[in-house]
């Protein structure tokens, strides 16, 4: 019976899991030219310091003060005790910019001379704007002077040309030659000339002079340069007000037996009241006369 119970125990048993094939590796010839796969591990995340939390937070942007509150805060500087020249002058840019023009007037009329640069140029926009135009050009005038004295006179420009209409409006030359005898007219701008008044009224004086050079900078009399009349070699003018442009022209003629050749003619204006000068050269060509 033991033989029996044996075989019917090893009938009952379940059978036995397939076993799964094993691959074979592939060989050289069949990876070759294949990439390799490979795992790498993430890199490690930076050790936080201790104790630190970070923040995304962002502060907001302040508000900008309004112009109303910029000129409240300057009237508080202002009425200080110990305020300044300076800041009063500031508050009445401020009043005059928002259109308080004779609040503003007022403060000006207080300030001193020494207040700063910009007050005069303050008092001059506030009389424009307030009417007062015989107040407006004095103080133009005298920004004028300051002007002047700080650039000081010159000759503005100085050219030959044939018809001359008004300031800045002429006809120039087409060439700078000219014939023995001829006549040359010359235009001459001054800059920054002295105004001095005579009364509520602005004086322009001002003296000419030319004189002739030749190639070798030796000088070429010209006696009709030389002993021309006073009234011809001189402006005295009496102006209605306050001007800072003004030009002239003279007509020069030559001498008949001028011999040819290159020269210049020096052109000198004298600002009489300041005694201050400038001169200019303008080349010349003399042609040969006809004949010759």
């Known amino acids: 019976m033991a033989p029996v119970l044996f075989l019917f125990a090893c009938a009952s048993a379940p059978p036995p899991a397939p076993v799964p094939p094993v691959a074979e590796p592939a060989s050289a010839e ?16 930076p050790a936080k310091p201790a104790g630190v939390v970070p923040s995304s937070f ?4 302040k508000p900008e003060a309004s112009f109303a509150e910029v000129l409240r805060l300057q009237r508080e500087l202002a009425s200080r005790p110990k305020a300044g020249p300076e800041e009063r002058l500031r508050l009445a840019f401020l009043l005059a910019t928002s259109g308080e023009l004779e609040e503003a007037e007022k403060i000006v009329a207080g300030l001193p001379p020494a207040a700063g640069r910009l007050l005069p140029y303050l008092e001059l926009f506030l009389r424009r704007h307030l009417g007062d135009h015989k107040e ?5 005038l005298r920004l004028n002077d300051e002007d002047r004295a700080a650039a000081g006179f010159g000759i503005d420009r100085a050219e ?7 300031f800045r409006d002429f006809d120039p030359v087409e060439s700078d030659r000219v014939k023995p005898g001829g006549v040359v007219t010359v235009y001459v ?6 105004l001095k008044l005579q009364g509520d009224r602005p004086i322009l004086h001002l003296r000419y002079e030319w004189k002739l ?8 009399a010209v006696p009709a340069w030389e002993n021309a009349p006073l009234k011809d070699r001189e ?7 306050p001007v800072s442009e003004f030009s002239q022209h003279f007509r020069l003629p030559l001498p008949e037996k001028l011999p040819a050749g290159a020269y210049r003619v020096r ?15 303008l080349p010349i060509t003399v042609a040969a006369a006809e004949g010759k």
Do not use: C, H, I
């Not at 050079?213 to 070429?220: Q, T």
């Not at 052109?267 to 050269?281: E, N, W």
């Open 30 to 45: 069949a990876t070759a030219g294949k990439p390799v796969a490979r795992f790498e591990a993430p890199p490690p995340e």
């Open 58 to 61: 962002v502060a907001p942007p």
């Open 136 to 140: 407006a050009s004095k103080v133009l």
């Open 160 to 166: 030959f040309v044939q018809k001359v209409r008004r």
């Open 189 to 194: 701008e001054p800059r920054n000339f002295t």
């Open 213 to 220: 050079f030749d190639e070798n900078d030796a000088e070429v």
């Open 235 to 241: 402006d005295r003018l009496v102006l209605n007000g």
């Open 267 to 281: 052109v000198a204006v004298t600002d009489v009241p300041s005694g201050k000068s400038d001169r200019v050269y």
